[in-house]
């Protein structure tokens, strides 16, 4: 069980600033999460052999061009900020040397 003393040691590693009112509370809501966390402590997951849930599947795709009406086009030219051609301008972030 969280006492208000613990409680208010670690409101001030936080710097955080409780009223009188809320510290019995909140220390009744840190008991109720840390039993929460016992509970997932508890729980049987299996890992596979690098230590994660669950299988992890790349989910790149191939790059392809693909083409683009010259509808949709001049639809999206248009929400540019700058234009030149039927390109969008944008400002030179990169420095050559």
């Not at 003393?5 to 220390?27: T, V």
């Not at 790059?63 to 639809?75: L, Q």
């Amino acid at each position: 069980m969280v006492t208000v003393k613990e409680l208010e040691h670690l409101a001030a590693l936080a710097r955080i600033k409780l009223a009188e009112e809320e510290k019995a509370p909140l220390a009744k809501e840190f008991d109720s999460i840390l039993g929460y966390v016992d509970q997932l402590k508890k729980a049987d997951v299996k890992l596979d052999a690098e230590g994660r849930v669950g299988a992890v599947k790349n989910a790149m795709r191939l790059d392809a061009v693909e083409p683009i009406s010259s509808e949709d086009r001049e639809r999206l030219l248009a929400e540019a900020r700058d234009r030149e051609g039927d390109f969008v301008a944008v400002k030179k972030i990169i420095a050559q040397d």
